[in-house]
């Protein structure tokens, strides 16, 4: 199985960073500059993945992505979790309006996120992903 990640975040240094350790992880990762971007990925996808996304992005945020995520038909089903650099407040509401549309956010990663972190998360993820393509 292929471990898909797909990240939005309006930072294009922190998508490298991402990028870089997940891909050292033995992911296939797919970076988005918006919500839009992801939104369109996950259409395509046929598979599982982990979707990280930034609760504060133009265009379409990380709020709206999990506003979103359930109405898309036909795509892969996801693994969200949210990123912020910001007010913890926000992450909270968006928690809850991710699980207001019955999608199960994880736990919020805030940034700076620690290299040892971001591997702990994949490697969970990837055992979620792993354990949802078996059953």
Do not use: H
């Amino acid at each position: 199985m292929t471990l898909k990640l797909i990240i939005a975040d309006d930072n294009i240094e922190f998508l490298d960073y991402v990028r870089t350790v997940a891909e050292a992880k033995g992911w296939s990762v797919t970076l988005c500059a918006d919500g839009n971007e992801l939104l369109a990925s996950l259409e395509d996808m046929s598979d599982p993945a982990l979707v990280l996304v930034d609760i504060n992005m133009p265009n379409l945020d990380g709020v709206e992505v999990a506003w979103k995520l359930s109405d898309l038909n036909g795509a892969a089903p996801a693994r969200l979790r949210f990123i912020t650099g910001g007010d913890p407040t926000n992450a909270i509401a968006a928690r809850m309006i991710a699980k207001a549309r019955e999608q199960d956010p994880g736990t919020t990663l805030f940034k700076p996120i620690a290299i040892d972190k971001l591997r702990e998360v994949l490697a969970f993820e990837a055992e979620k992903l792993e354990a949802q393509q078996l059953s």
